[in-house]
């Protein structure tokens, strides 16, 4: 079956980066854009971007341009988001979800918490 | 900010029938964009249960639906069960924005 599992939760300090993982099974990986969504604290979903596993070609919400990468490795089946110069406000559950033709997400990993605190 | 707007809250008593707006513009589904539905128990992540503004991927019960028209669609849940209670958003895709995928402000279902 399909599973998208991530990395764990993490807890940085302001300025600090973070790279949360993203391991697909259960089809293949190339086939399918990967998605970044996160969903603060009682808020609901915002879209960061998309990554082509084919090729690494990505997309950005505007937003986020400049300081989140997304990236991948195709060996391990494996879709990184890093998200740089972290705030406070960007405390927030990080999930990937895997995008089937039709601008939808059919498939989400189960989140990683991220909190940005001193 | 979220692009497209629903109800923060409905209820209905179990058996009941429920429905849930979710109102765009005509550079998401006015344009022709699919609208699809996610339930999200607390703690977990979203669910599709409905894409394409009206399909079910195997496996969600067909006491849910969906329907679009114009700049607007809605979430239909018939026979209102205690586990439907959860949080339900909307999502579509906009053509205008930076932010391409957008979601609803999402819309909590209790069953009383």
């Known amino acids: 079956q399909v599973q998208l599992v991530q990395s764990g939760a993490e807890v940085k300090q302001p300025g600090a980066s973070v790279k949360v993982s993203c391991k697909v099974s259960?089809?293949?990986?190339?086939?399918?854009?990967i998605h970044w969504v996160r969903q603060a604290p009682g808020q609901g979903p915002e879209w960061m971007g998309w990554?082509?596993?084919?090729?690494?070609?990505?997309n950005y919400a505007q937003k986020f341009q400049g300081w989140v990468t997304m990236t991948r490795d195709t060996s391990i089946s494996t879709a990184y988001m890093e998200v740089g110069r972290l705030s406070p406000d960007d405390t927030a559950v990080y999930y990937c979800?895997?995008?089937?033709?039709?601008?939808?997400?059919?498939?989400w990993g189960q989140g990683a918490l991220v909190t940005v605190s001193s | 900010q979220s692009v497209l707007t629903q109800p923060p809250s409905v209820s209905g008593a179990p058996g009941q029938r429920v429905t849930i707006s979710c109102t765009g513009s005509s550079s998401n589904i006015g344009a022709g964009y699919g609208v699809h539905w996610y339930k999200q128990l607390p703690g977990t992540a979203p669910k599709l249960l409905i894409y394409g503004n009206n399909i079910r991927p195997s496996g969600v019960p067909d006491r849910f639906s969906g329907s679009k028209s114009g700049t607007s669609a809605s979430l239909a849940i018939t026979g209102l069960q205690a586990e439907d209670e959860a949080d339900y958003y909307c999502q579509s895709y906009d053509n205008s924005l930076s932010v391409r995928y957008v979601f609803g402000t999402g819309t909590k279902v209790t069953v009383l």
């Open positions: 979800a895997r995008g089937p033709n039709g601008y939808y997400f059919d498939y």
């Open positions: 259960g089809y293949s990986f190339r086939d399918y854009f």
């Open positions: 990554m082509n596993p084919k090729n690494g070609d990505t």
